[in-house]
């Protein structure tokens, strides 16, 4: 796919905001931190102000970057699920409630395979690269299949 010039300076810095905002998510439930939740809630209030704008200048481009004027919609949703972890990180801290050693880890697996698959879907987005597609496509329902098994093995030990 041809992209035009404009159309990747538009579209990186979401995929940069809302990588960021995942990244400040995961250090503050790694090391409970107010300042790096609210700094990640802020990307979020970000993320959604750009959708718009993204969207409508996207509509406004050649025909090639037609596949892609959706695309900020879809930031702006991997943006309200991040939102959603923030807000379950905040209420953890404020009743005090810690992750177990076997908790952190596969938290922080789910948190690494998830940053890592915004940075390939950020990349697919912008190159079009077929290779990379298959792979986000295979390492996504990788990533539903563990945190499904994670969440079984929890419910588990909670009945």
Same mark, same amino acid.
């Given at each position: ?12 810095? $979401? ?70 972890? $923030? ?50 496509? $295979? ?21």
């Amino acid at each position: 796919m041809s992209m035009s010039p404009l159309a990747h300076t538009l579209l990186a810095p $979401i995929f940069r905001d809302a990588r960021d905002m995942l990244l400040l998510t995961w250090a503050g439930v790694r090391a409970p931190s107010a300042a790096a939740l609210d700094t990640a809630a802020a990307l979020g209030r970000d993320i959604h102000k750009a959708e718009k704008d993204l969207t409508e200048r996207l509509v406004t481009e050649p025909a090639e970057t037609a596949s892609l004027r959706l695309v900020p919609a879809h930031v702006e949703r991997i943006g309200d699920s991040i939102e959603g972890l $923030i807000r379950c990180s905040q209420k953890m801290a404020g009743e005090g409630t810690v992750f177990t050693s076997r908790g952190t880890r596969e938290v922080n697996m789910l948190f690494e395979r998830a940053v890592e698959m915004l940075e390939c879907a950020g990349d697919l987005t912008l190159t079009g690269n077929r290779v990379l597609a298959r792979h986000v496509e $295979i390492e996504s329902l990788r990533f539903e299949d563990l945190a499904t098994e994670y969440a079984r093995v929890h419910e588990d030990r909670l009945v």
